[in-house]
């Protein structure tokens, strides 16, 4: 193992106090790392992130004349006791009709909003009412698919099935003509879509119907960060120390239940080494790992020494964790009508009740939901689609002329225009090569329950008998009720400083919200 790294900054004292690494510098680990250092016990305390950057999965970038969020893009229920809204309010990162009593009451169910136009790939725009009825009904069984956690035996292993068969049943009785109904079932398929991106999967088949319920919406209408929300991670690093985070250092393998001692530190024994790509080592007494599920499952048979119990390694293998991509498009001038926010694109040769097959090269693109209206920017206008599962995987291999052309060719089709002016440039996230992090967050997967992850967040070891809490576990995948959002993630990292803390300290006074 290569030389021991602990030194510099932040008045350490060798032997004093606990030393805790952070492993990852997205926002459970920035929280976890502000709860933390404002604790005498840990002033040994350091984090370590594997790219360049801090904020993990919430990434905002300068282009096209504005803010583009590569990453999280809204705040999910954006009410009191929502973490990220309340710091978020506190900092003023956000509008004043984000902010008021109407929005934070509002019950949207969790579901996305109605689009503003509907494209149908045959040219024509679809009927506002067919819409609304197409939406409701969706909805509807989508509520209906949350309901099996509270006990009934859910009859099918998937939401996805679930809801076809229940579409089924309803299509049987429906009288329109063949060409309503087909745009009817070809509508359903986008909203299937739709849900696979919100669940960050490839098909709502592989999404567990009896734990689906499990995930608590709160009330408040989404809402987004004019400055981006990378705002939000900003201001927790500003209130850190400057040589806190140790950037561009990826972790090779956490070595725990060991007996690790360093030059520095005479005498003194520590359960954990950090062992890093780049063979530096660190040892310390506890270490929160928050680094993302599908970095976990690429490593999950290298990445701790000695290897996870078996209940946990099987936890992070059968949770679920997708792809949910977004492809930003920049126009000379916009083609679509004043104070419109969302272009849904329906193919009408799609049904939910009909599997095509066919490559993914040919088709990929069908997979995008629509896209959404950025606030524009001086005369930039901006549209953003959204796209999920292995279409969005294989739609990172292409190349940006492709995806360009390939959007301009879909963009003319449904909008019946075959000289609407190509887009000037294409920029897009690619969240499955990224290799730290590997997909975009995660659900809960057929053959998996809210189970798993209480099991991949619990510490190690889970005897009881060695060192208590030498690894813990935060990150939104590892919060039950709010995985894959940031205020799940920002959660989970308070959680597990708060473990620490209360081992240090059992009178401590936690602040809340404890959600």
């Avoid at 801090?54 to 999910?76: C, K, N």
């Avoid at 679509?336 to 926010?341: H, K, L, R, T």
Wanted: hydrophobic share 40%; proline share 6%.
């Amino acid at each position: 193992m290569g030389a021991m790294e602990w030194s510099g900054g932040q008045a350490e004292r060798p032997g004093r106090g606990r030393r805790v690494l952070v492993v990852g510098g997205g926002i459970a680990g920035l929280g976890a790392a502000q709860r933390l250092r404002a604790h005498p016990a840990f002033s040994q305390l350091r984090v370590l992130e594997a790219t360049a950057r801090a904020g993990g999965r919430i990434r905002s970038e300068r282009g096209f004349g504005g803010v583009l969020e590569l990453g999280a893009h809204w705040i999910h229920g954006p009410s009191r006791g929502n973490p990220v809204f309340e710091l978020a309010a506190e900092h003023r990162l956000l509008r004043e009709k984000d902010l008021s009593e109407e929005n934070q009451r509002m019950e949207t169910g969790g579901h996305v909003g109605l689009p503003s136009v509907t494209y149908a790939s045959s040219g024509v725009s679809v009927s506002r009412e067919l819409v609304v009825e197409t939406a409701s009904l969706f909805h509807s069984l989508i509520d209906q698919a949350r309901e099996f956690v509270r006990g009934a035996a859910a009859p099918a292993p998937s939401v996805g099935e679930y809801v076809r068969g229940a579409l089924r049943a309803l299509a049987a009785g429906w009288t329109d003509r063949e060409d309503a109904r087909r745009l009817r079932l070809a509508l359903m398929h986008n909203f299937l879509n739709v849900e696979c991106c919100v669940s960050g999967t490839h098909s709502m088949d592989l999404v567990a119907l009896a734990p689906f319920g499990e995930y608590t919406v709160l009330p408040g209408l989404d809402c987004t960060f004019p400055g981006g929300y990378q705002g939000l991670t900003n201001h927790i690093m500003a209130s850190l120390p400057e040589d806190m985070i140790i950037f561009n250092k990826p972790v090779k393998t956490i070595h725990w239940n060991g007996s690790f001692q360093e030059a520095a530190s005479p005498g003194e024994t520590f359960p954990v080494l950090v062992e890093c790509e780049d063979g530096g080592c660190f040892p310390a007494h506890h270490v929160i790992v928050t680094v993302p599920l599908g970095f976990l499952k690429e490593h999950v048979d290298t990445f701790f020494e000695p290897p996870l119990p078996t209940e946990k390694a099987d936890a992070i293998r059968k949770l679920g964790f997708g792809t949910n991509n977004k492809i930003f498009l920049e126009f000379e001038e916009p083609f679509w009508e004043p104070g419109c926010q969302h272009i849904q694109v329906v193919w009408e040769d799609m049904s939910p009740l009909e599997d095509v097959a066919s490559q993914l090269q040919d088709v990929w693109f069908k997979k995008l939901i629509g896209f959404w209206v950025l606030p524009s920017f001086e005369s930039v206008h901006v549209l953003c689609g959204f796209i999920a599962g292995l279409e969005s995987e294989f739609m990172e291999t292409l190349t940006d002329e492709e995806v360009l052309l390939s959007l301009t060719q879909v963009l003319r089709r449904v909008t019946g225009n075959a000289r609407l002016p190509a887009p000037r440039s294409v920029l897009r996230s690619r969240w499955h090569s990224a290799p730290y992090t590997r997909g975009s967050y995660s659900y809960v997967a057929v053959g998996s329950t809210g189970e798993d992850i209480d099991r991949l967040a619990r510490p190690l070891p889970e005897d009881g008998t060695e060192a208590q809490l030498q690894i813990l576990f935060a990150g939104e995948a590892t919060h039950r009720t709010f995985y894959s959002t940031t205020h799940g993630a920002l959660l989970s990292g308070w959680r597990e400083a708060d473990r620490l803390i209360a081992l240090q300290d059992p009178q401590a006074q936690l602040p809340g919200p404890q959600l």
